[in-house]
C-alpha cells in the first residue's frame, strides 16, 4: 500500500502539468492574440518613452 502514496503526488501533479500545458496551447492565437499584443507594443512603447524622456534630461 505505500507504493500507492508514494506515486499520488507525482501522478496528481503530472495531470495538473498536463492541464496547464494544454490551456496554455489553446489560449495561443486566436482573437485575443491581437489585443494581448497591442497590450504588449504599448507597454513596451511607454517603456522606450520613458527611458528616452530620462536620458534626454541627463544629457
Known amino acids: ?7 499520488v ?3 496528481v ?5 498536463i ?3 494544454r490551456v496554455i496551447v489553446k489560449t495561443q492565437g486566436g482573437a485575443a492574440k491581437v ?3 497591442a497590450a504588449v ?3 513596451l512603447a511607454r517603456a522606450e518613452g ?3 524622456a530620462s536620458a534626454g534630461s541627463d544629457a
Open 41 to 43: 507594443d504599448a507597454a
Open 19 to 21: 492541464g496547464v500545458v
Open 50 to 52: 520613458a527611458r528616452g
Open 9 to 11: 503526488p507525482p501522478v
Open 13 to 17: 501533479m503530472a495531470v495538473f502539468f
Open 1 to 7: 500500500m505505500d507504493y500507492v502514496s508514494a506515486l
Open 35 to 37: 489585443k494581448e499584443d
